[in-house]
């Protein structure tokens, strides 16, 4: 599926952000990549739909290169890609409908957004995806009158809007409080897990990544240092990622998740697993 | 996602954006209404196509004609740089100086009620009316010459720099005043601490910004013969001089470019 | 410790400026003052005409009252034709200004070269004044409003081609980003990435520069661009005066209520 084969970028101030990354995706999972700040997290991420421009290596999406595509083709590429970001990233003054239907940009002409005129399909999606994320009714809102919380379950809406291939997460819960923060990775991990789509996804909190992820990868100076199973997460490990500190509170899953899951009542429109993981 | 087929029954296919005019009947009224003035617009303008379609035409004579610009006048061309140069240079100081006075009578939170009317209407009054207009009337008053441009700029500036001070100390938060009042100043004493300090940065930078378009303004004012470059350049037109007009356009296109660079440069050291 | 002990602590004197920045700052006073008078001097003005200048302005506001309302059936024409040319000149401006404003923006633009152009266009455009470019239209198209419509346009393009290429410049790049992302096409992000943030910037734009132009207007019949100017020069050159009050008093009224327009829209907007 995705197979990134060292992978370097060295910044024009001199800074080699990434050395020679080598990480290979082969099924339907999430991956979790921690690492302290200036670690390259970020210009990893954003070197897979070229955002920022690798300065060598390979990444395969599937049979292709994506780093030696021409701009038509990494126009195509990128619609296969949907990507997540930290500030949300929306057009403030469209409605949440059309946010969303920004997703399918890619694979409609610019006369039919310019009238404004989506497949149905789309829009059907469009709706269902609205209801799944939990904002239902909310389709003729304007994005700038939302919550954080409530935007970023747009942006999650509109990278699966273009039913991709793969899912690239940057930071999605840094700007949000620690309930809403949970939220938004349930969402996340669990819509990812239904359509089969392997994501990766950048976060600095420790916790979460290990209670939502399937797989985590260590980013510290540029270079892996670890990757395996949350579980495999110690105190060592901990401090060849991020250097030396006490460890003691953060290793193993947050008690505080666990309950929160006791405690809530069901809702209408709320994901399945509430009620399977009890 | 799922299948498409379980979505047809139980969403929608079709939105609409909400508009700015939310009934669609208005919407097109709007519209209508917009097409009806485009047309009543230019059809009471009376407007002769064949000079139109003629006018691209002309356009190309006439750029014939100004290139290459002429600029063996230069001594006449310099002379009415320099006048308006001075123009601008006499009117700011003395617009500046006397929106002092002005200014602090049009402030609602200083001056006394009638005055206050008094200092406004003054300047809505020289503001509607284009400097042209009050260009020609000075001329006929005082004659031709720099000195009816001079008062034209002056009355000019006045209005636009008192305005913004006016506005500025409107906008001072009455906290800082009422302190230096409690202390028991005197009004001169209050002048200088609480609404000075506060307002003199954009005072400067307000004139020096009136300074550059003075010199803009002072090349259109001689076009009815109130002095400066505009006047030099009425008279080439009116004597298709077409060559000259075009070495006369050019310099005051650098002159207002110099003018720009300039005032930007000395703001941002006043900052 | 003591108020005098304290006192001898710190020095006595609080200057804002140090000696030396003072010299400097006084030298700049000096130097403005300097060339003020310089000027003046140089433009040899008669400065005893002044002696009568308020004479003189009542002498004239007495010969515009009362104003001769009769003339008024003539003004009517040519303050609608007025109108007419400052918001069909507003209407072309926004066209051409659009795809202009565009190119002198760093972030939409498509190189150097492009950039240069588009920002040169608009520097040229806002260094003539309306009614010198009034001057030059006459001489293409002859004397009439189409003069005057094209010299608005000509100017007001630099007015609201520069504003909105600020606005451009200041977007936030993060939505623009995420379209990016989805694989859309250059076009596709203009329109809906960079456009819908801008959109009040060129609405309030719009608005404000055709308020201008309803005051620019009224003096391009001076140059033969049509509009209430013809009739106003002509009155002015006869010594007419109480058909100029009628028609001052018109022109006030018509820039008044523009104004105001311009300023409720505009509040609506923000």
Redesign the interface.
Known sequence: MLKITDLVKDYPTGLRALRGVSLSVDEPQVVAIIGPSGAGKSTLIRCV?R?VEPSSGSIMLDDTDITTLGRREL?????????I?Q?Y???????V??NLL??????VG?WR??R?H?P??D???????LDRVGLQGY??TRADALSGGQRQRV?IG?A?M??PDLL?VDEPTASLDPKTSRQIMRIIVELAHE?GTPTLLNIHDVPLAQSYADRIVGLAAGEIVFDGKPDALNESVLTEIYGEEDWSTTVGQDDEEDEGRKDRPARRGDLESEAAAG | MSAPADLQDRWPATWKRPGLISNPLMQRGAVALAVLYLLWSIGSLEIEWSRVSQGFERAGTLFGRMLPPDFSRWELLLKGVGESIQMAFAASFFGMALAIPVGLCAARNLAPRPIYLIARGFIVITRTFHEVIIAIIFVKIFGFGPLAGVLTLIVASLSFISKMLAEDIENLPSGSMEAIRATGASFPKFLIYAITPQILPRYLGVSIYRLDANIRHSTVVGIVGAGGIGQVLQASFNRYDYDFSLAILLTIVALVFIGEFFSAWIRGKLR | MTIEEHAKRYPEIWRRFNPRETLIRYAWYAGIVFIAVWSVNQLEIPWFYFLDAHTQAGDLFERMFPPDWAFFSEVLDPLVETIHIATLGTIITFVIAFPIAFLSARNTTFNSATWFIGRSILVTSRSVNTVVWGLLFVAIFGPGPIAGIWAIAARSIGFMGKLLAEAIEEIDEGTVEAIEATGASRLQVLWLGVLPQVLPVIWGTTVYRWDINIRESTVLGFVGAGGIGIILYSSINQFAWREVGVMLISILLVVVISELISAAIRQRIT
């Open positions: 739909n955002l126009r195509r590429a990128r619609r296969r890609m949907g990507m970001f500030e990233n929306l057009v403030e003054r469209l409605t409908m059309e920004s997703g399918r940009l890619g694979y610019f957004t310019f404004r989506y149905p399909d829009i059907r999606t469009a709706y269902e995806l389709e003729n942006g509109r699966l273009q039913r690239l359509s």
